[in-house]
């Protein structure tokens, strides 16, 4: 069953002006809105999201719930998940995009815990994750796992 999630991204300024804003809103119905821009390399406000920021975003808070659904049902007590991911933007040939994003989760797990057990379903997580589905660019993950 397909599910819709609306949003409205609004932009207004002049694209004749020397240099046109790119800051926009995106707000969804009932949702907090986020003040997006381009990177500043762009010509865009730094205190704002980005497409590479929400794309990184998107893609590590999908894989982190997926991997916290995985250890729920096998059991794995994990008790605090951080993920300081990375989102690579490169021009290959002339097409520019988001050719790699790093995971670099730190885990931590109730004493005991099989680290071996962890890494299998944090990498399990990357096959179920419907934003990984979704998306061409390399994912790299490297997660580190600590005992609580």
């Not at 932009?11 to 809105?33: E, F, Q």
């Not at 991911?85 to 994003?101: H, P, R």
């Not at 057990?117 to 490297?142: D, G, P, Q, R, T």
Request: aromatic residues 6%.
């Amino acid at each position: 069953m397909a599910h819709e999630y609306p949003l409205t991204l609004s932009w207004t300024g002049n694209t004749l002006a020397d240099p046109y804003s790119r800051d926009a809103v995106a707000t969804a119905p009932g949702k907090i809105a986020i003040p997006v821009s381009s990177a500043a390399e762009y010509a865009g406000t730094v205190q704002r999201w980005n497409p590479e920021d929400l794309l990184g975003t998107a893609l590590a808070t999908c894989h982190m719930l997926t991997f916290l659904a995985l250890c729920a049902k096998a059991k794995v007590e994990v008790t605090h998940y951080d993920d300081d991911a990375i989102s690579v933007l490169d021009t290959l040939g002339k097409a520019t995009g988001v050719t790699e994003i790093h995971l670099n989760a730190t885990i931590r797990v109730a004493p005991g815990t099989s680290k071996a057990k962890v890494e299998e379903l944090f990498h399990k997580a990357h096959k179920y994750c419907f934003v990984a589905n979704s998306i061409k660019s390399k994912v790299v993950m490297n997660p580190r796992i600590v005992e609580a």
